[in-house]
């Protein structure tokens, strides 16, 4: 998938590059978001199957961190080349890109399958079951020990594209091929269970506020009394990437230690233990090793009712920049917490779990453009708007919190997902 997802996505950047015209360069972003999709999937199940459960948050919000803070960096890079040269330059420079990107995902991005550890001999007698690497029972109708041993193992990487070629192309061609096979619609199948849906629709609701900043924050610079040029207004744009980055301690770091803690305390560890790293959590310096609590669910309504009124009074732009960090800071903390939640909650189906949870931020990211300026903001001001945001994104995420932490082990007993103590 990491391949040909790649491979495809340099022709689109020629495409966009060529285009003659606005159509012809929209239809191409449309055929290249379809493509590149996959960089929004394929990795977290990645990391889940390379990495252990004891650092699976602090590695997982690695990959949140790079996906929150790329839209904040990016403008200063598109400034500088805009700004000297023509635009097309820009597509340019990204086809160099995605031509590197194809070929380490060839020499340094493992295929992850089940590796065996010890080898033994188990009686399966007729109408037994046993599961798969992936935790799907399979029907065995008959075996004896001789004939049907199973492996100890685990899911992680297995070995590099280049020493198996023609089993990797196998692999990475099997998603086309299954698109012409019968199979039961997996969205169906996902969508139904309420852990996965409600969290990835709330995620997709905080993921879209914050692409209404940075939508709103050009708009409003590059008009008086701010005035921003297109060099400053791309620099401006890192102090979201900072906030995201320092995001990354609460969100991985403090979501594992906070499953730790539980797991000594009560014996066992259960997704919905990560959850109170949303709810409060901590920052500890290693010099003094003094604690800071930041609840993450307030700072996301502080800094949106902060950013609506600069927005409204045109006050200075540090405050914009400085609590859009934060904004960010706490944005990245919850992709962090959240998508490491959804993962485990089905880790045997953590692709198809991903999918969803990627499938509401895309519907939100995008919607948003079409209504937060207008008409929401020229309807009812700034004010309102960011007042209104702070508050869903704090409300609906201190509800769904505490509804799992209530009854979150129970909901997916009930639906059939997996509740195992790990």
């Not at 020629?14 to 978001?33: C, E, H, K, Q, T």
């Not at 590695?59 to 929150?68: D, H, I, P, T």
Request: hydrophobic share 50%.
């Amino acid at each position: 998938m990491y391949l040909l997802g790649s491979l495809f996505f340099i022709p689109c950047t020629v495409w966009m590059a060529l285009s003659p015209s606005y159509i012809s360069f929209a239809i191409a972003r449309v055929v290249a978001g379809l493509v590149s999709s996959f960089s929004q999937t394929v990795p977290p199940a990645t990391i889940t199957d390379i990495f252990v459960k004891e650092v699976r948050g602090s590695k997982m919000s690695m990959f949140g961190v790079a996906v929150v803070i790329a839209p904040a960096v990016s403008p200063l890079f598109c400034g500088l080349i805009v700004n000297a040269s023509s635009w097309r330059n820009l597509f340019w420079l990204i086809l160099g890109l995605a031509g590197l990107q194809f070929v380490l995902f060839f020499i340094i991005v493992p295929e992850t399958l089940w590796n065996p550890d010890v080898e033994t001999a188990l009686t399966l007698t007729s109408g037994s079951t046993l599961e798969d690497d992936k935790g799907v029972e399979q029907h065995v109708e008959s075996a004896s020990p001789a004939s049907s041993p199973t492996t100890s193992g685990h899911v992680g990487a297995a070995w590099m594209p280049w020493q198996r070629p023609a089993e990797y192309m196998r692999i990475v061609l099997s998603p086309v091929l299954m698109v012409s096979t019968r199979h039961k619609p997996w969205l169906s199948r996902q969508l139904r269970f309420l852990p996965i849906t409600l969290t990835s629709l709330y995620y997709g609701s905080i993921f879209a506020w914050s692409v209404g900043i940075t939508i709103v924050w050009p708009q409003k610079a590059e008009k008086p009394p701010y005035s921003f040029a297109e060099v400053p207004l791309g620099a401006s744009f890192l102090a979201f990437g900072i906030g995201g980055l320092l995001g990354k301690w609460s969100g991985g770091i403090v979501g594992d230690k906070v499953v730790q803690y539980f797991h000594r305390k009560t014996g066992h560890r259960q997704p919905e233990h990560r959850l109170w790293a949303l709810v409060s959590t901590s920052l500890t310096p290693v010099c003094n090793h003094t604690q800071l609590q930041l609840p993450i669910l307030p700072l996301m309504l502080v800094s949106c009712c902060i950013i609506g009124l600069a927005y409204q009074r045109d006050l200075h732009y540090m405050l914009i920049l400085v609590m859009g960090g934060l904004f960010f800071f706490a944005l990245s903390a919850a992709t962090g917490i959240l998508q490491t939640y959804v993962l485990e909650t089905y880790l045997a189906k953590s692709m198809d779990a991903m999918a969803v949870f990627n499938l509401f931020k895309s519907m939100w990211g995008f919607a948003i453009s079409f209504f937060v300026v207008e008409p929401w903001a020229t309807e009812h001001g700034y004010l309102a708007e960011y007042a209104t945001q702070g508050c869903l994104a704090a409300g609906l995420g201190g509800l769904l919190c505490l509804g799992l932490l209530w009854r979150g082990l129970e909901l997916r007993r009930a639906q059939g997902m997996p509740v195992e103590s790990r």
